[in-house]
């Protein structure tokens, strides 16, 4: 098996003690049994192992395959996190003895046919700076592999006869990546056409099919005014569209203060959203619903700036590039969003939550370390919480907005 990367990857170095956030930071940290008992019995000093005895709680969960949750302190932090945010068990005992999850974040894995594809999260500061740095665009790089791995030829023909697109998965990738990157399309456009490709994707049912798919698709990536003028046509009702795809997010993120442990610098973000946008809201008695209202002048305002800042363009690339090699779109193995249409759907719905929410918060700043700071936090409170993103989905489809007329609010708007 080939290990493939995009190129940024193996830069990738942890910012340690830097991070202004941590990995552990407000998020659930699930633990699987060999890294738990290894942890459980490891010989160490008094304070540590008082640590390790009240710091993971049992998971009875049959439906699982972890079998332990770490516990965060009060505060959101891991209970090994020293007043200098590094590891203390780590310092003490050693790299090896961290939990998979402890090691390998914010690093990024999946399975194709006969190739691991490595990437990193945006919920990790470092590597929205490593995106910034790549003006001329992300590719897909081999990377040296420390062992040897092989995949069982029974098990690829099986996933081959589920999926006969498989038989095509790197052209299919390179077709998506080659539309998602063709700048001389706007972003929001390039969004639509890859929609335009996902449909017909979703129909292939034979390999012959997806051959066909392909050799159809090519022209997608020319450019062409006749499908410029088509992709314009899509950009209709402004009004219509901020209530589809401008204030659900607003509402989501400000939803987020009422979590149990909400994330205070997300909060203090959304502060300034709101202040930017001079956003008003509106409670029912018992708070199960909330109205948003905006100024959308300031809205068209923050999203005009945020266009024209020199980086923006092809960071939001880069950002969305780094986007669909994380959830192997337009083909999955193993995703939790079924089927390349409700897929594209997903890759629409994140876009629109790093379109809205970081225009809005970059709306009176230029500089990149805040560029930095609200994509991470998006990315570490929205586009991470995969249950959440499921019921945007769910919801979207109910109202039956699942067409390219709806979708083309979410990134156009």
């Known amino acids: 098996m080939k290990h493939v990367a995009l190129d940024y990857f193996p830069e990738f170095k942890c910012l340690a003690d830097k991070c202004n956030y941590t990995c552990c930071y407000q998020w659930r940290i699930d633990i699987k049994k060999p890294d738990y008992m290894k942890v459980k019995n490891l010989r160490t000093s008094k304070e540590t192992k008082e640590k390790i005895e009240h710091c993971f709680k049992r998971v009875r969960d049959d439906s699982t395959p972890y079998y332990a949750q770490m516990v965060l302190k009060e505060d959101g932090y891991c209970p090994f996190l020293t007043e200098q945010k590094m590891c203390s068990l780590q310092q003490e005992c050693g790299y090896n003895v961290l939990p998979e999850v402890c090691k390998v974040f914010p690093r990024l894995k999946n399975l194709a046919p006969n190739t691991w594809e490595h990437s990193c999260s945006t919920g990790c500061e470092r590597t929205v700076e490593l995106l910034l740095q790549r003006p001329e665009g992300l590719k897909l790089v081999q990377i040296p592999s420390d062992r040897e791995e092989y995949m069982k030829k029974e098990f690829l023909q099986e996933k081959l006869d589920q999926m006969p697109a498989l038989h095509y998965y790197k052209e299919i990738q390179i077709l998506f990546m080659g539309i998602l990157q063709n700048r001389k399309y706007s972003m929001a456009h390039r969004m639509l056409l890859m929609g335009l490709a996902a449909r017909d994707l979703d129909k292939v049912k034979t390999q012959q099919e997806a051959l066909a798919f392909l050799q159809k698709s090519l022209p997608l990536l020319q450019y062409s005014t006749v499908m410029e003028k088509k992709l314009q046509e899509l950009q209709n009702n402004t009004v219509a569209g901020m209530e589809i795809a401008l204030k659900p997010v607003l509402k989501q993120a400000i939803l987020h203060r009422n979590q149990p442990c909400p994330d205070r ?28 209202d905006l100024d959308v002048e300031q809205y068209f305002l923050a999203q005009k700036n945020f266009w024209s ?27 939790e969003i079924k089927g390349v249409w409700d897929a594209y759907i997903d890759l629409c719905m994140q876009y629109n939550i790093f379109k809205v929410l970081v225009a809005s918060y970059m709306l009176n700043k230029t500089e990149i370390k805040d560029l930095v700071h609200i994509v991470t936090l998006c990315s570490r409170v929205l586009v991470h919480n995969k249950s959440l993103r499921v019921k945007l989905l769910e919801a979207w489809k109910e109202c039956n907005w699942d067409n390219m007329a709806y979708i083309a609010y979410l990134v156009c708007i």
């Open 265 to 292: 610098y997300f909060l203090d973000a959304i502060d300034e959203v709101n202040k930017n946008l001079r956003v008003e809201m509106q409670h029912n008695k018992d708070d199960s619903q909330v109205h948003v």
């Open 309 to 335: 800042l020199e980086y923006t363009p092809y960071f939001m690339e880069n950002l969305m590039v780094n986007t669909m090699i994380q959830m192997q779109f337009p083909l999955s193995w193993g995703r």
